[in-house]
C-alpha cells in the first residue's frame, strides 16, 4: 500500500522568494513519485516525475525535486517563485516497477500564494 | 493533439436520479482511470481499464458506482441512485501503457452536484 504525506496545506510566498512544498511518502516497494500542479477551473498537469533515475529531477516552470530514500521525501523546490506559479500543488506515488497499470495515490494538496 | 475530454463540465442533479459521465482519452492510450475529487482534498482513485476491462476496481465506494469502456476507448462512469455524498468532481485520465511509470494525463474534470 502506498501513502502521501503533503506538510503545510497552504504556503506562501514573495515573488522571488524560494518555494518549497514538502511531500513524504510510505511505499511497500520501490514508488515512483509525481508532481502535479493545478490552475483553477483547470486539469491536473505534470510538472515532473521520478522513475528510478536520477534522484534529482528537473520538471517544467524551473521546478524540481530531489527523490531521498533514507527520508522517504521528495520534496518540490524552484528557486524563485513567479505569480504565475499561484496554484495547488500536488504529490502523488504509484506503486512503481513490480506493479503494471498502477494508479496514483495523491496527497492532499498545498495551495501555494505568491505575494508582489 | 487533443487531450482528454470529459463531458459534461457540470451536472446538477437531485438526490436518488441516475447520471452518467463521459470521459474520452487520448486516442492510442490503452489505459484510462477516474478519480474522484472533493473539495479541499487530493483526487482519489476510483477504477483502472486496460482496454475494455476493468483492470482494478477497488476504489469504487458501493456497487452504485459502475464504470464501462465498451471499445477500449471512451468510458462511461454511472452513478444510481445519487446522493449528497456523490457530489465531488470526477477526474478522467488517460495513460500510454498502464505503467506504474507513465504519465497519466487527466482530463477537466466534471464537477456533479448532487441536490
Known amino acids: 500500500a502506498q501513502s502521501v504525506t503533503q506538510l503545510g496545506s497552504h504556503v506562501s510566498v514573495s515573488e522571488g522568494a524560494l518555494v518549497l512544498l514538502r511531500c513524504n511518502y510510505s511505499s511497500s516497494v520501490p514508488p515512483y513519485l509525481f508532481w502535479y500542479v493545478q490552475y483553477p477551473n483547470q486539469g491536473l498537469q505534470l510538472l515532473l516525475k521520478y522513475t528510478s533515475a536520477a534522484t534529482l529531477v528537473k520538471g517544467i516552470n524551473g521546478f524540481e525535486a530531489e527523490f531521498k530514500k533514507s527520508e522517504t521525501s521528495f520534496h518540490l523546490t524552484k528557486p524563485s517563485a513567479h505569480m504565475s506559479d499561484a496554484a495547488e500543488y500536488f504529490c502523488?506515488?504509484?506503486?512503481?516497477?513490480?506493479?503494471?497499470?498502477?494508479?496514483?495515490?495523491f496527497g492532499e494538496g498545498t495551495q501555494l500564494t505568491v505575494n508582489p | 493533439g487533443a487531450g482528454v475530454s470529459q463531458t459534461p463540465s457540470n451536472k446538477v442533479t437531485e438526490k436518488g436520479k441516475y447520471v452518467e459521465l463521459r470521459c474520452d482519452p487520448i486516442?492510442?492510450?490503452?489505459?484510462l482511470y477516474w478519480y474522484r475529487q472533493s473539495l479541499g482534498q487530493g483526487p482519489e482513485f476510483l477504477i483502472y481499464?486496460?482496454?475494455?476491462?476493468?483492470?482494478?476496481d477497488s476504489g469504487l465506494p458501493n456497487d452504485r458506482f459502475f464504470a464501462v469502456r465498451p471499445e477500449g476507448s471512451v468510458s462511461t462512469l454511472k452513478i444510481q441512485r445519487t446522493e449528497r455524498g456523490d457530489s465531488a468532481v470526477y477526474l478522467c485520465?488517460?495513460?500510454?501503457?498502464?505503467?506504474?511509470?507513465?504519465?497519466?494525463?487527466f482530463g477537466p474534470g466534471t464537477r456533479l452536484t448532487v441536490l
Open positions: 485520465a488517460s495513460s500510454l501503457t498502464g505503467r506504474g511509470r507513465d504519465e497519466q494525463f
Open positions: 481499464f486496460q482496454g475494455t476491462g476493468a483492470a482494478d
Open positions: 486516442s492510442g492510450h490503452t489505459a
Open positions: 502523488a506515488v504509484s506503486a512503481g516497477a513490480q506493479t503494471s497499470g498502477s494508479r496514483l495515490t
